[in-house]
């Protein structure tokens, strides 16, 4: 087991078995053996411990929940590449039945329908759509409203996560807005809902539906993607079709997405009001353990950067150069700036940016660093998009433990 | 990968991130959900959780969360009941309230 408070440094150590069967695909690209105990890994909050397992098409990551399955990706994982790796990217469903059983996700049996307040209702299988409608790709980080929950002081009920609850893929599919424009919206159309095919257990419980305001559904940049990082989506990441909205929370990235329904008047469904509300404040924060007054929903990412390398608890020599690198990104506006502190955020200097993958992607960032003195040291990183919003020095707090942007200190041992 | 040479020998550190992930192996494995969820303290209640909370959801929904206090264990007993329709009788609220407070409970105070 790890040491609690180490950052997970055991996160994505496999068991020497498992790095054989695997060493014939990649082994270059996984992650060094570490630590003795590959079952369990410590995310540094308390009742942190996790266990990693091994689910379909992913290799063994941080499960949070089994039922209906959660799982976290392993922090070193953003070491790894810029693109998150499909069999290590976050899952997270809600509903009791999920994911779907893939006999309802077979080719000839999955069709999407698209009805409601339209002059065209329609319903394609997927290579309808492939073959009715252009396919574009586009970069995008996919992060879940809660990433970083575990992180919130006072704690906070609900999914205990570290930072692994976030990755970024190259999703092909098609416009949501040709689908939308064939099915032809009509003019009192308010609101568009999404249904996927997870079900509840319990009639009683409310089904995971969101919605989009048209303007949001017919902007070209939303899709109904069917490939990530040039494969079928995975099944626990929405197989054979889920959307994306870059720059929006996973919320609404409605997996096995098969029922889209324009509407007039407000949909009232418990997963929009109350649940997936943050404080009505441009910040999305009030004063620890107080209740807003006043809610809407959770909509645009806000902007997040991490350093991650070197690992927190990292030894590292004084007078050897060393570089330190990591990611940031935003709602779509594009990073302007990272910056970079060796001395707990009293100076900063700019880090170089990486190439682009798109301003919905994540931007890789490098400093070059030769620490001077021994003993702990922390680093940080600070990011600032193009609008000039950046991240907080100090957490901000929200009773639903969402939307944690502070900068995130990283501790290594100089010797 | 070729375009990651010139950062290394510019810097002769570790390799830059490389932007494409590698690929999956596992994309050829069945599609059927690993077993396993721990399982709750003992104590008086305990078997009530387990039935009711057990119809929904597996067990680490609650084992995972950090020590919360009696108003927010409270709280989501609540949640479940009058939101997402589990089958939870008013006489058996506070047993799973007590229940998940002593066990999975914070010292009281404003949260």
């Known amino acids: 087991m790890n040491r609690p408070g180490s950052n997970a440094r055991n996160d994505g150590a496999l068991t020497r078995r498992q790095f054989l069967a695997w060493s014939g695909a990649a082994a270059a690209a996984w992650p060094a053996l570490r630590g003795a105990d590959a079952s369990t890994t410590t995310l540094p909050f308390a009742n942190g411990t996790r266990p990693l397992v091994k689910y379909p098409q992913k290799r063994p990551l941080i499960r949070l929940t089994a039922r209906p399955p959660q799982l976290e990706t392993p922090f070193s994982v953003f070491n790894e590449s810029l693109l998150t790796p499909n069999d290590a990217f976050f899952v997270r469903y809600h509903l009791t039945n999920a994911p779907p059983p893939p006999e309802l996700l077979q080719p000839d049996r999955f069709r999407l329908g698209v009805g409601g307040k339209v002059t065209t209702p329609l319903s394609l299988s997927v290579a309808e759509l492939i073959a009715k409608f252009e396919s574009v790709e586009t970069v995008a980080v996919l992060q879940c409203s809660g990433n970083s929950r575990g992180f919130f002081e006072p704690r906070v009920a609900g999914g205990q996560l570290g930072h692994g609850a976030m990755g970024c893929a190259r999703w092909k599919g098609v416009r949501l807005a040709d689908v939308l424009k064939a099915a032809g919206l009509k003019p009192e159309a308010t609101q568009i809902l999404f249904n996927g095919l997870d079900t509840p257990a319990l009639p009683a419980t409310p089904d995971f539906v969101k919605t989009l305001e048209p303007d949001l559904a017919l902007s070209p940049e939303l899709l109904l993607a069917y490939e990530m990082n040039g494969e079928p989506l995975p099944w626990l990441n929405g197989f054979p079709l889920r959307l994306v909205i870059p720059g929006y929370y996973g919320t609404y990235w409605i997996k096995q997405v098969s029922e889209i329904t324009a509407i007039d008047g407000e949909f009232k469904g418990f997963w929009m009001n109350p649940g997936y509300r943050i404080p009505d404040d441009p910040c999305a924060a009030i004063a620890p353990g107080t209740t807003p007054k006043r809610t809407v929903p959770i909509s645009r990412l806000n902007v997040r950067s991490f350093i991650t390398s070197p690992a927190a608890g990292t030894a590292i020599r004084t007078g050897t150069e060393t570089r330190v690198r990591g990611i940031a990104f935003d709602d779509g506006h594009g990073i302007r700036e990272v910056l970079f502190s060796d001395d707990g955020g009293r100076r900063w200097q700019a880090a170089e940016l990486g190439t682009s993958l798109g301003n919905y992607a994540f931007r890789e960032w490098t400093i070059p660093w030769t620490p001077s003195r021994a003993g702990t040291v922390t680093l940080m990183a600070r990011a600032t998009n193009r609008l000039g919003q950046s991240q907080p020095m100090e957490p901000l707090w929200n009773p639903s433990g969402y939307m944690r942007n502070c900068v995130e200190p990283v501790e290594v041992n100089v010797t | ?111």
């Open chain 2, 1 to 111: 990968m070729l375009g990651c040479l010139p950062a290394l020998l510019a810097f002769g550190a570790e390799p830059f991130v490389s932007v494409e992930p590698a690929r999956n192996p596992f994309a050829g494995d069945a599609l059927v959900l690993p077993a396993g969820q721990p399982s709750v303290q003992p104590g008086e209640g305990a078997g009530l959780v387990i039935a009711t909370c057990s119809q929904c959801h597996s067990l680490d929904y609650i084992t995972t969360q950090p020590p919360l206090t009696r108003a927010q264990w409270t709280a989501g007993v609540e949640k479940m009941r009058a939101r997402f329709g589990a089958s939870v009788s008013s006489n058996q609220v506070p047993i799973l309230t007590e229940y998940l407070t002593r066990a999975y409970g914070a010292p009281a105070k404003s949260p």
